[in-house]
């Protein structure tokens, strides 16, 4: 095929691609859009109203934030929500450089704070909380948890 010839096709697939995308949005003009899929939030999930995927999980904990962390419940939310990213109260990591695991909604080292609770008991919600509360009172500070010391549960923090 010549330089012409190709140049020629190229144009007319362009056109008809064009012609084509035209037709598919005046024929679909007419047509009547379907409602967005809006999850049902009740008043316990209300602080997640800009996070839809997690309403579901989280609402049953959220008087538990509260519950242990007081005026600062917010900021816990805000970095579990960073750190778990499934917000699944179950969840255990990948194995750490050290074989260590993080488990549950705070991701609670199973390592460094095997005097605290086990494993399974890190995926009871409660349990996950209080020692993340208990965590955060022996440092004084969030900075046990990656997401706060990178910034990253700022993308999570309710507005």
């Given at each position: 095929?010549?330089t012409?010839?190709?140049?020629?096709?190229?144009?007319?697939?362009?056109?008809?691609?064009l012609?084509?995308?035209?037709?598919?949005?005046v024929s679909?003009?007419?047509?009547?859009?379907?409602?967005?899929?809006?999850?049902?939030?009740?008043?316990?999930?209300?602080?997640?109203?800009?996070?839809?995927?997690?309403?579901?999980?989280?609402?049953?904990?959220?008087?538990?934030?509260?519950?242990y962390?007081?005026?600062?419940?917010?900021?816990?939310r805000?970095?579990?929500l960073?750190?778990?990213g499934?917000q699944?109260?179950?969840?255990?990591?990948k194995?750490?450089?050290?074989?260590?695991?993080d488990?549950?909604?705070?991701q609670?080292?199973?390592?460094?704070?095997a005097?605290?609770a086990?494993?399974?008991q890190?995926?009871?919600?409660?349990?996950?909380?209080?020692?993340?509360?208990e965590?955060?009172?022996?440092?004084?500070?969030?900075?046990a948890?990656?997401?706060?010391r990178?910034?990253?549960?700022?993308?999570?923090?309710?507005?």
């Amino acid at each position: 095929m010549s330089t012409n010839s190709k140049i020629k096709f190229a144009r007319c697939l362009l056109a008809f691609t064009l012609s084509w995308g035209v037709w598919c949005l005046v024929s679909d003009a007419n047509k009547p859009k379907p409602e967005p899929h809006r999850p049902e939030v009740t008043a316990e999930a209300a602080w997640t109203d800009n996070y839809p995927p997690v309403i579901g999980l989280l609402a049953p904990q959220v008087d538990l934030f509260d519950k242990y962390f007081g005026d600062e419940a917010y900021l816990m939310r805000a970095i579990c929500l960073a750190e778990n990213g499934t917000q699944d109260p179950t969840r255990v990591s990948k194995p750490n450089r050290d074989k260590s695991v993080d488990v549950g909604l705070c991701q609670i080292n199973s390592k460094a704070h095997a005097d605290k609770a086990t494993i399974e008991q890190l995926k009871d919600p409660e349990t996950n909380i209080r020692v993340a509360k208990e965590i955060r009172d022996s440092w004084e500070s969030w900075e046990a948890w990656t997401v706060y010391r990178t910034g990253k549960y700022l993308l999570y923090i309710d507005k």
